[in-house]
């Protein structure tokens, strides 16, 4: 907003709520003013000023409470924390530094007033947190983001929602070197009882795999769906888990027992031989499974 909008916007912004203090004989009108807070968010929305659009938003989630509509203050908070995301995102995207992430703080803060509005297991309570999730990772807060999707998973009841929220569990968890914990969630994924597509079967399974190599946990430790991939793998059995094809199954089994016997030259040989097959995030794994022998 310009000068002349900004005093526009605090001119309307204290009007209004003038409107909602007690007059002598008369109660305030909360429906009125409510409305009144929705059309300058609107305004602010229009003139590109999220921030403004935000604090207007939190001005008619209070409103709402005044009425009891419990709903309609969590449908307004959430508008708030979206317009405050959206500020901050516009931040991210100039490269201005944002120390106090006053706008982080505040969208965070709106989710979880709109959330602590649902009952405990509302499947609308997990979609917040994943938003949040989502959010954070895209603003490259991955280690916040790990924290919210974890409390989403405690609340999804969907298979497929759950799979989805694993996955990029997983994922992340590795990015940020949680390789116990990444661990961990991919034998999760692949304990869940529903339908996985063969293409995520593989990748898992990989995954997994060259985890265990670095974490090296040693068989006796490992849960039993982990004990039979390495099983399996390893005796060349035929199985809807270990969708691999023929040379890719080969290479895996050179990667297990050329790390089993600590043989650094051939697992770099047959490291690169691997490569194509893999993601970079595996690639970068099968690097540092790499590394790890070489300081052994």
Known sequence: ???????????????INTKLKKRFMRRPNISEATNEFIGLAIQCENCEQPTFAGQTYIGAAKCEASAGNVFGEAEHYLAAARQ??????????????????????AAIGCFLQALNKYPEKSPLRSSIFMEIANDLLELDHKLEAIAYYEQ????????????????KLLNLQIDCGKLDSALQTGNSLMDLKCHIPENMIEEIQVTRILLALIVDLNN?????????????????????????????????????????????????????????????????????????????
């Open 220 to 296: 006796k430790n490992r849960p039993d769906s982990l004990k039979m991939l390495f099983t399996d793998l390893l005796n060349d059995e035929d199985s809807n888990l270990i969708p691999f094809n023929p040379n890719f199954k080969l290479k895996l089994q050179s990667i297990i027992i050329s790390s089993n016997m600590n043989d650094q030259q051939a697992l770099i040989t047959i490291s690169m031989e691997t490569k194509p097959y893999l993601t970079r995030q595996q690639c970068d794994l099968l690097e540092m499974l790499i590394r790890e022998k070489q300081q052994q």
């Open 1 to 15: 907003m310009s000068t002349d909008l900004g005093a526009s916007f605090n001119e309307q912004y204290v009007n």
């Open 84 to 105: 405050f995301m959206k500020a901050e995102k516009k931040l991210a995207s100039l490269k201005f530094d944002s120390p106090d992430r006053e706008n982080l703080e």
């Open 152 to 167: 989403a998973l405690e609340i999804i009841q969907d298979d497929f929602m759950k799979l989805m929220c694993l996955n």
